[in-house]
């Protein structure tokens, strides 16, 4: 019986860079949206809907710190909220997107066999 190893292809560039676009940055982006919305959440001194807000950062992850930062964030001004979900979207989806186009179809190991 030959190993599950012996079958795998040898990875390439592509890969590489497309599993990172696909699992690393949106933790990234997760991490710096709820970051930022939990930084905002501790300054803000009216201490209304902290626990509700706080709840749908965690448990709706990059869309909760994403809704935050656009409808509820005080400490920084709008332009700046708005300039960090875009520029985060563009830097996640744009060079995902052309991974897929370049891709030519439907990505996994049943699609490439």
């Known amino acids: 019986m030959p190993s ?3 079958l795998a ?5 592509f890969q ?3 599993v ?3 699992y690393l940055v949106p933790l990234l982006l997760y991490a710096s949206w709820a970051s930022l919305a939990f930084m905002d959440m ?11 807000w706080g709840a749908f950062v965690i448990l709706v992850p990059l869309l909760g710190g994403a809704c935050y930062l656009l409808s509820a ?3 920084l001004r709008r332009p700046a909220r708005i300039a960090m979900v875009i520029t985060g ?3 996640w989806l744009l060079p995902l997107a052309i991974g897929v186009w370049l891709a030519g ?3 996994g190991p049943k699609a490439l066999s």
């Open 89 to 91: 979207l563009v830097v």
């Open 42 to 52: 501790s300054e803000r001194v009216d201490g209304t809907g902290g626990a509700g």
């Open 16 to 18: 590489v860079w497309f």
């Open 105 to 107: 179809g439907p990505l």
């Open 73 to 75: 964030a005080t400490s």
């Open 4 to 6: 599950l190893f012996s």
């Open 20 to 22: 990172v676009y696909l």
């Open 9 to 13: 292809h040898p990875m390439t560039a």
